[in-house]
């Protein structure tokens, strides 16, 4: 049986990585909110370990917060890099890490893996230096790595802090439904597609490579309230406060053709298959939540 060690197992990729991982037959290791990925020593427990391969999703990800605190982005995310990719050559295991949209303003769709990086916010610029401190382990230390640049991750499981699951959460239980801006466009990527190519991904052949994964298509947020009202057979009011973010960006798509030439990855869902899934679980907890309150 081999053995998986994950890093951010309890992270809202990481539980489905892993229970994917744990379905297919494979034994797991985990780092999860107990370790501090930040402190070498941290891996010791896990020394004497035969592990097969190495998934990194520890990381801080929530881009506001980045903004207000970018020394702890930077500490947690490159600095923990570093440890796991010395942790890597230690025991000669390959590693997939989960980096992240990197690209910036777009100067062209699809955005292919060699646009020119411009991260625009301190969560992808720590994400960048991780991803450059991968490139010099592989080369320099033989550690073979695979980079995914997931572009916006959606499913079930996933906080409401973030755009899909607020639209939906509020679709359920509000009068209207309120969001900041309805322009701008995103590429979304259904959780397990993504777990997909995560697994797939241990069995990438080159030494170093990168992938973006993605659906190839945008939506805007007033196409995702659309799709969700849908699903729900509602039309509730949308209020927007055309409030612009900080280095707004209103247009991303993947271009995810190396994924599938060099993996055979492609996605399997559509967005609309995606959202029915998460709102047909939301729903079921909200009758498990009335049963159990009549009971």
Request: net charge positive; glycine share 6%.
């Amino acid at each position: 049986m081999k053995k998986i060690f994950i890093t951010g197992a309890s992270g809202f990729i990481g539980r489905a990585l892993k229970q994917r991982l744990l379905t297919n037959g494979y034994s797991i290791l985990e780092m999860n909110s107990n370790h501090d990925i930040t402190v070498s020593t941290s891996f010791n427990c896990f020394k004497s370990e035969h592990i097969d391969h190495i998934f990194h999703l520890a990381a801080k990800t929530f881009v506001p917060d980045s903004w207000r605190h970018p020394q702890s982005f930077y500490q947690t995310n490159v600095l923990g890099t570093v440890n796991v990719l010395d942790f890597c050559r230690g025991k000669s295991v390959p590693l997939t890490f989960a980096s992240s949209y990197l690209y910036g303003q777009p100067e062209k769709l699809p955005i292919s893996e060699d646009h020119q990086i411009k991260p625009n916010n301190p969560y992808a610029h720590s994400k960048y230096l991780s991803e450059q401190i991968c490139q010099f382990y592989a080369k320099e230390f033989g550690v073979k790595t695979t980079i995914i640049r997931p572009f916006n991750v959606y499913g079930i499981g996933q906080s409401d802090k973030y755009l899909i699951p607020y639209i939906i959460k509020q679709a359920l239980h509000n009068v209207d439904i309120k969001v900041e801006n309805l322009l701008p466009k995103r590429d979304y990527i259904y959780l397990d597609d993504l777990v997909d190519f995560f697994v797939l991904s241990m069995i990438a052949s080159k030494q170093f490579a990168i992938y973006n994964i993605g659906s190839g298509y945008s939506l805007s947020v007033k196409d995702v309230i659309c799709v969700v009202q849908e699903i729900l057979g509602i039309n509730k009011k949308i209020v927007s406060d055309n409030r612009i973010r900080k280095n707004e960006i209103y247009d991303v798509v993947a271009d995810i053709s190396n994924a599938n030439s060099d993996i055979g990855w492609s996605p399997k869902h559509s967005f609309y298959q995606g959202v029915e899934k998460i709102v047909e679980y939301e729903k079921r907890k909200l009758n498990a939540e009335a049963t159990n309150t009549y009971q």
